[in-house]
């Protein structure tokens, strides 16, 4: 199994990026799909699932209505949609796989397989 984050990169307040997750190894339209993100000096928080169905959940209160996630289950490919970035924004965005369909509590222990991770920089 594995995930391959990429799409990161400088970026000016208010510009959007979107970024990408490579699965490889199992059936990615089995599981739901996790972005998390790390800033410097801070815990890895959860910013996004979507389950086996398209769904988004939300699981951090300052991404809702900026950052959207889809999925292409026939390209192996989940994707973390991000518009109207803000400095605090700036991290390092991991994806990860669940071990379920529909989207899990944010909680790491139940996401199994895990990305490299993908720096995101935005300017002010």
């Known amino acids: 199994v594995q995930l391959q984050a990429s799409g990161g990169g400088l970026v000016q307040a208010g510009g959007s990026l979107r970024l990408s997750c490579a699965a490889s190894?199992?059936?990615?339209?089995?599981?739901?799909i996790g972005w998390f993100r790390q800033a410097p000096g801070k815990e890895r928080e959860g910013v996004l699932c979507?389950?086996?169905?398209?769904?988004?959940?939300d699981y951090s209160d300052s991404v809702k209505g900026r950052f959207y996630m889809s999925r292409e289950n026939h390209n192996a490919a989940v994707y973390l949609h991000m518009r109207s970035l803000r400095p605090e924004d700036t991290a390092v965005y991991y994806c990860?796989?669940?071990?379920?369909?529909?989207?899990?509590?944010?909680?790491?222990?139940?996401?199994?397989?895990w990305g490299q991770g993908t720096q995101v920089t935005v300017s002010s």
């Open positions: 990860a796989k669940s071990q379920y369909s529909d989207c899990p509590p944010a909680l790491e222990r139940v996401y199994d397989y």
């Open positions: 190894g199992f059936h990615l339209e089995h599981y739901a």
């Open positions: 979507i389950s086996t169905t398209g769904g988004n959940r």
